[in-house]
């Protein structure tokens, strides 16, 4: 039985890493921006988290929507700051050695969207303690873990 549910774990990080790299690279290079409907919200407001907004930049805050919906749950939370920094939070169903592989995936997506920049990307835990960092750096095409 555990075996099952490891698997069907690891199989769900696998789909989603998939997923992300498809969607990225058949996107076109952009991420359309949804029009503002609504004012933004106030800090000290009585709002469901769900309603907090996902970037400092309609763009940014298009892209972290994404990243969340197309998570398949492995994603509780994202937020894309000034176009060159995305913080995710992690759900418990990804499992440590998952975690990289992961994040690498959310960089080149990142990157995609927003180029010509070198971009962070902040892995946090479900009880959002920093767990890892990832850097892309545009000069070398690399990526780096810390």
Same mark, same amino acid.
């Given at each position: 039985?555990v075996?099952l549910?490891?698997?069907?774990?690891?199989? &769900?990080?696998? $789909?989603l890493v =998939?997923v992300l790299m498809?969607?990225? &690279?058949?996107?076109?290079?952009?991420?359309? *921006?949804?029009?503002?409907?609504? &004012? /933004?919200? &106030?800090?000290?407001?009585?709002l @469901?988290?769900?309603?907090?907004?996902?970037?400092?930049? /309609?763009t940014?805050?298009?892209f972290?929507?994404?990243v969340?919906?197309?998570?398949?749950? =492995? !994603?509780?939370? @994202?937020?894309v700051?000034?176009?060159?920094?995305?913080?995710? $939070?992690i759900s418990s169903q !990804?499992?440590?050695?998952?975690?990289? /592989?992961?994040?690498?995936? =959310?960089?080149q997506g990142?990157h995609?969207?927003?180029p010509?920049?070198? =971009?962070k990307?902040?892995?946090?835990? /479900?009880?959002? *303690?920093?767990?890892?960092?990832t850097?892309?750096?545009t *000069?070398?095409?690399?990526?780096?873990?810390?």
């Amino acid at each position: 039985m555990v075996l099952l549910q490891q698997s069907r774990k690891i199989l &769900a990080t696998c $789909v989603l890493v =998939l997923v992300l790299m498809i969607t990225t &690279a058949c996107s076109g290079g952009a991420v359309a *921006q949804a029009p503002r409907t609504t &004012a /933004p919200p &106030a800090i000290g407001r009585d709002l @469901a988290y769900a309603e907090l907004e996902r970037g400092n930049t /309609p763009t940014g805050e298009t892209f972290g929507n994404w990243v969340v919906q197309t998570s398949r749950g =492995l !994603v509780k939370d @994202a937020y894309v700051r000034d176009n060159n920094k995305l913080g995710v $939070v992690i759900s418990s169903q !990804v499992r440590p050695n998952e975690v990289r /592989p992961l994040a690498k995936s =959310l960089v080149q997506g990142f990157h995609k969207n927003f180029p010509n920049q070198d =971009l962070k990307v902040l892995v946090y835990g /479900p009880d959002k *303690q920093l767990i890892l960092t990832t850097q892309y750096d545009t *000069q070398t095409n690399q990526v780096k873990y810390s």
